[in-house]
């Protein structure tokens, strides 16, 4: 089983800035898509951002401009910078595959105060 271990949330006001990580016990190289996910507090899990092999990246309407996404499969790590939080970003933030078939680690809350 693949472990994914996610850090780096914490509590920041409106407008700041957090870095996620994920780190991974396997190797990313051959993975050909991960991905970030959250989920709020009653809401289901949804997909904020996606990065292919290649560095195709795609984000979720309301993350565009302000979340970046990167990937470095030597250190199996994923990364998340989010920018200009809002509120409504808060949540318990997660990493898998783009299809989801790894065992969801245990995420990385993230809440921003107005």
């Known amino acids: 089983q693949v472990q994914l271990v996610e850090s780096g949330g914490g509590l920041v006001q409106a407008g700041g800035s957090l870095r996620l990580s994920c780190a991974a016990s396997r190797s990313l190289f051959g993975v050909t898509t991960m991905a970030w996910y959250r989920q709020a507090p009653g809401e289901q899990r949804e997909l904020v951002a996606s990065i292919t092999s290649r560095s195709n990246i795609q984000y979720a309407d309301s993350m565009k401009g302000r979340f970046t996404i990167s990937r470095d499969n030597s250190k199996r790590e994923l990364y998340l910078q989010m920018n200009r939080l809002k509120p409504e970003d808060t949540a318990v933030y997660y990493c898998?595959?783009?299809?989801?078939?790894?065992?969801w680690g245990q995420g990385t809350q993230v809440t921003v105060s107005s």
């Open positions: 898998n595959t783009n299809y989801a078939n790894w065992v």
